[in-house]
């Protein structure tokens, strides 16, 4: 049961985003006293689930999930808290778990890598070569990834270059990079990254480690929770305080305690009476929310050079979300199934996310769509007869949040000019007359990340996913002052696999127990 009041405890954690949620979650288990301090009223971070209308279960942003399989890290991580019989997962269709639709293509995404080599072969036969040596090239890489150790230091790399060759020949390399070496169309290049909402990066901006590492996890298995994304989080939130733990909601951390370099604690504003300010300790502070806003409360001065030189990333782009419902039709009558469907009006997709990203010009946008209720059975997210529809596309935060204080007029129109161009895309490719049976709908912009999810800039995978942010050299939990580690995307990796495994990675790091070793007893 929870224990309200809970005086310096072994973790203070601050954040309840997936890898503050995870780590917390094991330590509680392990028995060790855990409280956390969350600014929402809601725990999950990106991952939490909210409620409109008083019917509608919409998980935030939109998500799916890799290495849920046997002896992958979710299924590790659920297996090590006694939770992998009540916390399962549903897969999307082997088949084709993405389906790609460009002018004048389609290309249905398949695990198997030879099945998709054909396919490829089918739609580009002058091409066939050049695109089965690349689809070879990313398992071929992945493998090599796969084998480095953790910490992984770049003499090791150099040490063992013969087993490394490809890890030394890309890790400065972007997608498009890539893309050019192996001369691909520029169709099937566009058709390989739809998964660019997976990034919200373009094939120039964006790393070629983390596109194979995201495109072969999910060869591997694309997953959605059984029960939705609502019972994974709270099976984590009720598995912590029937341990012993606390969740502390609508807490903002405002100031931290220091005695010189060793951090003691916070000082939290209660949100709903903003003049009641509580102190918080704890032997260890585990920090959750963002690296590099962290260290900006504490003082650069205070964390070593060569933490302030991995602090300086650049954040991540953030997204446009339109929450929708539909009643009167069923999805499946157009198509739709447990697959993601990922569209661009554009063959060239460094131009259409150049376009709506540097211009706000959405006229022909590329997006992402997803239809939760054909991926689970359990129907609990919204009332019978009606099913659940999420679009996402890429958005700059500094354009929405310049206009939302310039003009909010103008900004609430231009959301609105965002959604419309995608629904006659919708209604004239896929589901006519979309509109007539849509009976709610919610958009959210990047303030509304930054405002709900407490992301800085309303950024949607911390560090941006470029070559220079996504290296050896990368932020990790380390900070340079006494007790206190961070635990973030920013400082691991994102996702709902990577930041389960950040939150994995640090309990080892500070018990020594392996979470491979069996449920904690």
């Not at 990066?201 to 994304?229: D, E, M, V």
């Not at 400082?491 to 990675?505: D, E, H, L, M, R």
Request: overall charge negative.
């Amino acid at each position: 049961m929870s224990n309200k009041n809970l005086r310096n405890p072994d973790y203070l954690i601050l954040g309840s985003g997936l890898a503050g949620l995870s780590f917390a979650a094991l330590m509680a288990k392990a028995g060790k006293k855990v409280q956390v301090i969350e600014a929402h009223e809601f725990a999950g971070g990106y991952g939490h689930t909210f409620v409109e209308g008083e019917k509608y279960h919409f998980n935030a942003q939109l998500h799916y999930v890799w290495n849920c399989g046997e002896g992958r890290i979710v299924n590790q991580f659920l297996k090590k808290l006694g939770l992998a019989d009540t916390v399962t997962f549903e897969q999307y269709d082997p088949n084709g778990f993405d389906h790609m639709r460009i002018p004048g293509y389609s290309l249905d995404i398949p695990y198997d890598k030879e099945n998709l080599s054909e396919r490829l072969s089918k739609l580009f036969p002058e091409h066939t070569e050049s695109l089965s040596n690349f689809i070879d090239e990313i398992w071929l890489t992945v493998a090599e990834l796969d084998k480095l150790p953790e910490p992984l230091s770049s003499s090791y790399v150099l040490l063992h270059a013969l087993s490394n060759r490809r890890v030394i020949k890309y890790h400065k390399s972007t997608l498009q990079d890539v893309f050019d070496a192996f001369n691909l169309p520029l169709e099937a290049q566009t058709l390989l990254a739809l998964q660019w909402p997976d990034f919200l990066l373009p094939p120039n901006k964006l790393s070629f480690f983390a596109w194979i590492t995201l495109f072969t996890g999910y060869s591997r298995g694309a997953y959605y929770p059984t029960h939705h994304f609502e019972h994974v989080i709270n099976s984590l939130v009720k598995l912590i305080e029937d341990n012993g733990g606390e969740i502390i909601y609508n807490t903002k951390v405002t100031d931290f305690i220091l005695n010189n370099n060793q951090v003691l604690g916070v000082k939290a504003m209660n949100i709903n009476e903003p003049t009641v300010f509580n102190e918080y300790q704890g032997q260890d502070i585990i920090c959750n929310f963002d690296p590099k806003h962290s260290a900006s409360m504490i003082g650069f001065d205070k964390v070593s050079p060569s933490i302030r030189s991995k602090l300086e990333y650049d954040y991540s782009p953030s997204n446009f979300v339109a929450y929708c419902v539909v009643k009167g039709i069923d999805l499946k009558d157009f198509g739709f199934g447990k697959w993601n469907l990922f569209h661009s009006e554009q063959a060239d997709l460094t131009k259409a996310l150049e376009d709506m990203y540097e211009r706000a010009d959405y006229t022909a946008p590329s997006f992402v769509l997803t239809t939760p209720g054909f991926l689970s059975e359990d129907n609990s997210d919204c009332p019978e007869g009606e099913q659940i529809i999420q679009f996402l596309t890429v958005a700059n935060y500094s354009y929405f949040h310049d206009l939302k204080i310039r003009d909010a007029s103008a900004y609430r129109k231009k959301k609105k000019e965002i959604f419309d161009s995608i629904i006659n895309i919708i209604e004239r490719r896929y589901i006519p007359d979309f509109r007539q049976y849509l009976v709610f709908k919610m958009l959210g912009s990047p303030t509304t990340n930054e405002s709900f999810c407490g992301s800085p800039e309303g950024n949607s995978y911390g560090s941006n996913l470029t070559p220079k942010n996504f290296s050896s050299d990368r932020l990790n939990h380390k900070t340079s002052l006494k007790n206190f580690y961070f635990c973030n995307a920013s400082a691991g990796y994102p996702s709902f696999n990577g930041t389960i495994g950040t939150g994995c990675k640090l309990y080892e790091i500070l018990t020594g127990d392996s979470v491979k070793n069996g449920s904690i007893k």
